[in-house]
């Protein structure tokens, strides 16, 4: 089985420093040595450093979690006024050469497997469009040979024509393949990493380009370097330490703004949840509760940053989330292939949670106060 730090010939190396910066503050957590001053001082920051947000995702902090989250309210207040932002995602296939243990879409998985011909793409996309929504995210297992670069180069090319923004969720690239993705009218990337565990990496991780951690882990660093306007993260909380695994991908993201300040950031706080086939997948410590203190956590160590609250969760602790650090949410999804026109090809990655349409989303935005934002920049071609 090939050494999941092993590169394969196909690639690019771009020389970064940050994955060894974020495993060496990983490896140094030691949640258990913070105390009530570590959190009262990082509680009294005007801006966190690496130390405070360790402080705050420590369990001690748990105490504190009504101060957290009435900071992280009034910093989101200060920062995004009473702004939501909303997209969906649209799954182009669900083949995939990777295994993957906590995924319903991993090799070996006896499921539906399907991919959009170019035509339901189309279709898809003006069923989508005609929602309101003006950001769409697409999607595609792992696999370059079951959706190539140009398939999802025409799919992007396709979404400029109903959507303002588009961004895409496939397996990582090499800086000249984004570029193409970017003239293609692609702005945005989201790599989850999943664990920032290298030992648990490789376990989760049993075959495919995937299972290179140093490769996927340097996927929004190439992705900004080909032009891309912002990147988003994620880590899969529950498949390991939960507190280091959001400290990981918290300073994946600052580390990597502090060398493309331009850049616009958005970190996702993803749970897992239950995959076909597989009735053993299940969130492991990480309580709504403690789904909270991390995004709030995030909230005050990244203000400018957007986090998104996926509809994995379920829609009161969506609803409620959105007062205290969610800035951007999901509406109307579906994680099948080809559900929205109602003739589903394939099955779905995981279960969701919050099924609701986007009306209904804007519903409870509007009741709440809130501004439901689809879009807020301009492409020129």
Do not use: W
Request: hydrophobic share 40%.
């Amino acid at each position: 089985m090939q050494d999941c730090m092993q590169y394969k010939p196909f690639m690019k190396d771009i020389k970064s420093d940050i994955f060894e910066k974020v495993l060496t503050q990983r490896n140094s957590y030691e949640e258990s040595e913070f105390n009530e001053v570590d959190i009262k001082k990082a509680l009294n920051a005007e801006y966190l450093n690496e130390n405070d947000l360790k402080a705050l995702l420590s369990s001690k902090a748990e105490n504190f979690i009504d101060e957290i989250v009435l900071k992280a309210a009034k910093v989101q207040k200060k920062y995004f006024g009473n702004c939501i932002f909303l997209f969906t995602p649209l799954y182009l296939s669900n083949f995939c050469a990777s295994k993957c243990v906590y995924c319903g879409f991993q090799k070996g998985n006896n499921i539906a497997r399907a991919k959009l011909s170019e035509e339901e793409i189309e279709e898809e996309l003006q069923i989508i469009a005609k929602s309101g929504l003006e950001e769409l995210l697409l999607l595609t297992g792992e696999g370059r040979e079951f959706a190539s670069v140009e398939y999802i180069s025409k799919a992007c090319k396709m979404a400029r024509k109903y959507f303002k923004v588009v961004g895409v969720e496939i397996y990582p690239l090499n800086v000249d393949e984004y570029e193409i993705l970017h003239k293609s009218g692609c702005d945005y990337v989201t790599i989850f990493q999943e664990t920032y565990n290298p030992q648990k990496y490789e376990k989760l991780h049993l075959a495919g380009e995937k299972r290179v951690m140093p490769y996927r882990f340097n996927g929004q660093e190439r992705a900004l370097r080909a032009g891309m306007r912002g990147v988003a993260f994620g880590a899969l909380l529950g498949i390991d330490d939960f507190r280091k695994d959001a400290l990981s991908c918290a300073l994946h993201a600052f580390y990597l703004q502090k060398l493309y300040p331009h850049a616009e950031i958005s970190i996702s706080v993803p749970r897992l949840r239950p995959i076909i086939n597989n009735n053993k997948i299940r969130p492991k410590d990480v309580s709504e509760k403690r789904l909270l203190q991390v995004l709030c956590a995030y909230r005050l160590f990244l203000p400018f940053a957007n986090l998104v609250i996926s509809s994995r969760e379920r829609a009161g602790f969506r609803d409620e989330v959105i007062k205290y650090g969610a800035t951007k949410m999901s509406a109307g999804v579906s994680v099948g292939i080809g559900e929205h026109r109602g003739d589903k090809k394939g099955d779905n990655q995981f279960e969701i949670a919050d099924n609701r349409d986007v009306k209904s989303i804007l519903k409870m935005l509007n009741s709440n106060n809130f501004q439901a934002v689809m879009s807020d920049s301009i492409y020129v071609g």
